[in-house]
């Protein structure tokens, strides 16, 4: 039989050690994703880091590290593929970017573990969740920055919902801002208590009429699952 004359047990053991490593990083890196209810969550980053670990030990016990190199750059490409299914454009801003990278980066964590290059697999990954969390305050206090010296206003809604109802409050929040000629730069969605989430709005214009925001937050919180929504405004300087 075939099947036994390829089964070396220090090959079986070195591919164990390689989709142990790809599935524990890639839930480490899918943990902190789907803590901030990303499209792509746990699951998905487990799949793609333990998937590209399969292909590239498989093409190291078929053809050897030429082979692993082949196989890597075939997973190099092909990874754009499903990073493009998160990525969404909604009124000149874009979303899922930063989804998209974290996925892309998983598969080089399952690459450089299939390849029996584990230490540079969990070096990669503190380095991911880095980026993630450690950059994420730098970046929100940059976008908060006005490109001139004029004042400006920084327009934020918050959204108190069940988590359950949190998708279809996101598609409703943004068709009523579509509709309010006012889209979001940016939404943010964190976990509230332990059934909620608070979802909050950035928006792209740095003024806005109080009584349309109002007419606009009435329209939420007439929402079935929304607790509360309410509007901030900060004045940058």
């Known amino acids: 039989m075939k099947f036994l004359q390829h089964l070396q047990l220090d090959n079986f053991i070195d591919t164990t050690i390689s989709l142990t490593t790809a599935f524990i990083l890639g839930a480490l890196i899918g943990i902190e994703r789907q803590y901030r209810q990303r499209t792509a969550g746990l699951r998905t980053n487990v799949l793609v880091a333990v998937g590209a670990a399969i292909f590239v030990d498989i093409a190291m016990a078929l053809n050897g590290a030429d082979g692993a190199v082949r196989v890597i750059a075939y997973v190099v490409s092909g990874i754009g593929f499903l990073g493009a299914g998160v990525i ?113 709005a950035t928006l792209i214009a740095t003024s806005i009429e109080t009584e349309e925001v109002q007419t606009i937050l009435d ?3 007439d929402m079935p699952g929304v607790r509360h929504a309410y509007w901030d405004k900060n004045i940058l300087s």
């Not at 998983?106 to 029996?116: E, H, L, P, Q, T």
């Not at 068709?175 to 332990?194: A, M, T």
Request: charged share 20%; aromatic share 4%.
């Open 219 to 221: 329209l939420l919180n």
């Open 88 to 200: 969404m454009r909604q009124e000149g801003s874009i979303h899922g970017l930063n989804t998209a990278a974290t996925l892309w980066c998983s598969a080089a964590v399952g690459a450089a573990a299939g390849a029996d290059l584990v230490l540079e697999a969990i070096l990669a990954t503190v380095f991911i969740l880095a980026a993630n969390t450690l950059l994420r305050p730098i970046v929100q206090v940059m976008d908060r920055r006005p490109l001139d010296d004029d004042a400006e206003s920084l327009n934020v809604i918050y959204i108190i919902c069940a988590r359950q109802a949190s998708k279809s409050v996101m598609e409703q929040l943004n068709l009523v801002l579509k509709r309010h000629q006012y889209p979001p730069k940016d939404i943010e969605v964190e976990p509230f208590g332990e059934t909620e989430v608070q979802i909050e």
